[in-house]
Nanobody, 123 residues
């Protein structure tokens, strides 16, 4: 069982940065692939980034590649999403998720989810 709590969301102007953090409970955190997803109003949840337990495999959505960076600290049971050059279209609720299987970009593969944190980017 893994419990996830996101933090770091907020309101920023376009072009600025935010860093999201996700704190995980459970002693087996380092066995899980971790992902970030987001959901904008009226839209489906979409993949943002994922990282394997070893940090050797990392995936990004094309829309955030080159602007966002996912990282994890297995000793601290945390995963982070550094978001630079933010755009208004990045506005969404961002969710942290844990996957006990392989690292994927499919929400259906993730077993545990956080409650989400709101990111709003003004133009």
């Amino acid at each position: 069982q893994v419990q996830l709590v996101e933090s770091g969301g907020g309101l920023v102007q376009a072009g600025n940065s935010l860093r999201l953090s996700c704190a995980a409970s459970g002693r087996t955190f380092n066995r899980y692939a971790m992902g970030w997803f987001r959901q904008a109003p009226g839209k489906e949840r979409e993949f943002v980034a994922a990282i394997s337990w070893s940090r050797l495999t990392v995936y990004y959505a094309d829309s955030v590649k080159g602007r966002f960076t996912i990282s994890r600290d297995n000793a601290k049971n945390t995963v982070a999403l550094q978001m630079n050059s933010l755009k208004p279209e990045d506005t969404a609720v961002y969710y942290c998720a844990a996957n006990s299987g392989t690292t994927t970009n499919y929400a259906r593969d993730y077993n545990y989810w956080g409650q989400g944190t709101q990111v709003t980017v003004s133009s």
